[in-house]
């Protein structure tokens, strides 16, 4: 199992406000799908994945309309 800083993002829908909310934690994670999906059993959800150069895994969620974000960057 890899160990991850996981950053959480929840965008905000109100067009005029730009802040989002966002939660840091350090986890063991086997896969980081597999995470997002239990983080979201009962939601229908479009899931959204891409790794980048450096490793990093990014999962978008498009959760009935509301966006969020899951970083996995190996620690």
């Known amino acids: 199992m890899k160990e991850y800083e996981i950053v959480h993002e929840i ?6 406000n730009q802040m989002r909310d966002v939660f840091v934690e350090e986890r063991e994670v086997e896969d980081p799908e597999a995470y997002v999906r239990s983080r979201h059993p009962d939601k229908n959800m479009v899931l959204t994945k891409d790794t980048l150069p ?10 009935s309309g509301g966006h969020q974000r899951y970083s996995f960057t190996e620690i």
């Open 11 to 16: 965008f905000n829908k109100c067009s005029g």
């Open 54 to 63: 450096d490793g990093t895994v990014i999962i978008d969620l498009d959760l």
